[in-house]
């Protein structure tokens, strides 16, 4: 059949926009691993072109029309109909913004990222306070730009998380808040599992071939993708058949490239399931939201890579690897050694349970931040008290305490819940799949990962944004987010790996 003319232009002028887009992020990857120090100064301007063109040709009034027309169109069919529903809802939402509000958020970002780079150096919270409330300010004004029915702070949610409401993750924490607090406050009391041979000397070329066959063996495909060392890990597509991830390794620790690398190449399973190609540049050709993407990371990284039925499996393997290092260690000890709990203070260095306070506190301030409840100078005083309150201890400087994040600085307000619900996500979709496959241990344990990714691939990855997240998360599961999978999952294994 023939495509609908007005639909084939539709195709062809979001090819572009996709077409810029992901030379943007070629840039952007080797500003990250290659770009030599004397390329970096038009580097930044390079990027900012294409994202303008790429912006240009989106918020063309022109497109905007063909939008409208097309979503009267009869003769669409249910996907066709759901792309363009998306992409004018997408259009309408970029239409809110003036280009006035944008040029002024772009520079006082650029000023506050400066800014808060050197604040965080010198910890120095007043330094960085000014910009702050510039960008708090903004943030409110864009919520009233952009407007929202019940909440302001959901109007910055909706570009993370579309759908998501205030309500919605309060009554998630309510539940957290009760039962996973006072539950990781207990283990930490408890004696700390043996874990002093995960900071033994590992050769980065031995870590890396351990990684790599890892996640070659979950289902990752070097021939739609590569790894290169970055400072920082992330995973990035170019398009179809190009998905790649970025690694970092430290020599004294096990852990920092094996998960990291486990937990990118989870965002990458998804991508490399996403029809990318059949639906280039359309909405069902991407990923559904922020949190769904980093359900899929922490559902390698942790509900698999970090299970006693993994490690029965590809303990073997890691001593044949290290033979020095985990000569005197069993599969056991080794399993509860990378799963300890231990209140501290930063978020990214934090454990699989109490990392949920660090994003809970985020969350409060943010919002109480939106509502006008407290001001930026209270900040550093409301961020102590809370980790005071939630995780037992007191940091004792800002540099430990509310400037350990990057996101504020560039504008990211609402961005943190979804890190949580990435998890809360992951561990819903693995009871399901617990529950509807025969022997999923047995599957992990043998290294069996291809019914586990093909699942996702089924229910998850293949309908891109077709279905909102609360949706598909219903869809893949018979149920919306509940909070009770995360918290059955957090007791039983925790209490297995501290002998409750
Ligand atoms: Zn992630």
């Known amino acids: 059949m023939k495509p609908n003319p007005?639909?084939?232009?539709?195709?062809?002028?979001?090819?572009?926009?996709?077409?810029?887009?992901?030379?943007?992020?070629?840039?952007?990857?080797?500003?990250?691993?290659?770009?030599?120090?004397?390329?970096?100064?038009?580097?930044?301007?390079?990027?900012?072109?294409?994202?303008?063109?790429?912006?240009?040709?989106?918020?063309?009034?022109?497109f905007g029309t063909l939008l409208k027309e097309l979503a009267e169109e009869a003769s669409l069919t249910e996907d066709q109909r759901i792309n363009v529903k998306l992409t004018l809802k997408d259009y309408t939402r970029k239409q809110k913004y003036p280009q006035s509000f944008v040029e002024e958020q772009a520079t006082v970002c650029a000023q506050a990222f400066g800014a808060?780079?050197?604040?965080?150096?010198?910890?120095?919270?007043?330094?960085?306070?000014p910009f702050l409330e510039k960008i708090v300010d903004l943030k409110k004004r864009?919520?009233?730009?952009?407007?929202?029915?019940?909440?302001?702070?959901?109007?910055?949610?909706?570009?993370?998380?579309?759908?998501?409401?205030?309500?919605?993750?309060?009554?998630?924490?309510?539940?957290?808040?009760?039962?996973?607090?006072?539950?990781?406050?207990?283990?930490?009391?408890?004696?700390?599992?043996?874990?002093?041979?995960?900071?033994r000397q590992f050769p980065k070329d031995k870590q890396w071939a351990?990684?790599?066959?890892?996640?070659?063996?979950?289902?990752?495909?070097?021939?739609?993708?590569?790894?290169?060392?970055?400072?920082?890990p992330f995973c990035t597509t170019f398009g179809p058949g190009d998905t790649r991830i970025t690694i970092r390794y430290n020599e004294h620790h096990f852990s920092q490239m094996f998960f990291a690398a486990v937990h990118e190449a989870g965002h990458a399973l998804y991508e490399q399931g996403i029809p990318l190609a059949q639906e280039y540049g359309t909405p069902i050709g991407q990923a559904v939201s922020l949190a769904f993407h980093e359900s899929q990371s922490r559902f390698w990284e942790n509900n698999i890579a970090r299970s006693q039925a993994y490690w029965k499996g590809n303990f073997g393997a890691l001593k044949h690897e290290f033979p020095q290092n985990f000569a005197d260690v069993t599969?056991?000890?080794?399993?509860?050694?990378?799963?300890?709990?231990?209140?501290?203070?930063?978020?990214?260095?934090?454990?699989?349970?109490?990392?949920?306070?660090?994003?809970?506190?985020?969350?409060?301030?943010?919002?109480?931040l939106i509502e006008g409840q407290i001001k930026v100078e209270d900040l550093p005083a409301f961020w102590n008290d809370r980790y005071e309150e939630y995780l037992g201890i007191r940091p004792k400087t800002d540099a430990e305490g509310c400037l350990q994040d990057v996101h504020w600085s560039y504008g990211a307000f609402g961005y943190f819940p979804t890190y949580s619900l990435g998890s809360f996500y992951a561990a819903q979709l693995f009871a399901k799949m617990k529950s509807s496959f025969e022997n999923l241990d047995k599957d992990i344990e043998t290294g069996n990962f291809a019914p586990v990714l093909q699942w996702l691939r089924e229910n998850v990855h293949k309908y891109g944004r077709k279905y909102n997240s609360s949706e598909l998360l219903k869809r893949a599961t018979g149920e919306e987010l509940n909070v009770e999978h995360f918290m059955n999952y957090a007791k039983k294994k925790y209490g297995g790996v501290y002998g409750l």
Do not use: C
Not at 48 to 58: D, Q
Not at 210 to 232: L, M
């Open 6 to 62: 007005k639909y084939q232009a539709y195709i062809d002028r979001l090819k572009k926009i996709a077409d810029l887009g992901f030379a943007e992020a070629v840039l952007s990857w080797d500003q990250q691993t290659y770009l030599p120090k004397n390329g970096s100064q038009f580097r930044g301007q390079q990027m900012a072109t294409l994202k303008t063109l790429a912006h240009e040709y989106f918020v063309d009034p022109k």
């Open 142 to 199: 864009e919520t009233q730009l952009v407007g929202y029915e019940r909440h302001p702070y959901e109007a910055l949610m909706e570009d993370y998380e579309p759908g998501l409401t205030v309500k919605k993750v309060d009554e998630v924490f309510a539940g957290i808040r009760s039962n996973l607090f006072p539950f990781f406050k207990e283990l930490s009391k408890k004696p700390k599992p043996r874990h002093d041979f995960l900071t």
């Open 331 to 368: 599969t056991d000890e080794f399993y509860r050694g990378i799963n300890i709990v231990e209140p501290s203070f930063i978020r990214v260095e934090a454990d699989e349970l109490s990392y949920h306070a660090h994003i809970y506190i985020r969350y409060l301030v943010e919002k109480t």
């Open 210 to 232: 351990f990684s790599e066959r890892s996640i070659g063996q979950i289902g990752y495909d070097f021939n739609a993708g590569r790894a290169d060392f970055a400072p920082h």
């Open 116 to 129: 808060w780079q050197e604040a965080r150096g010198k910890n120095r919270f007043d330094t960085y306070r």
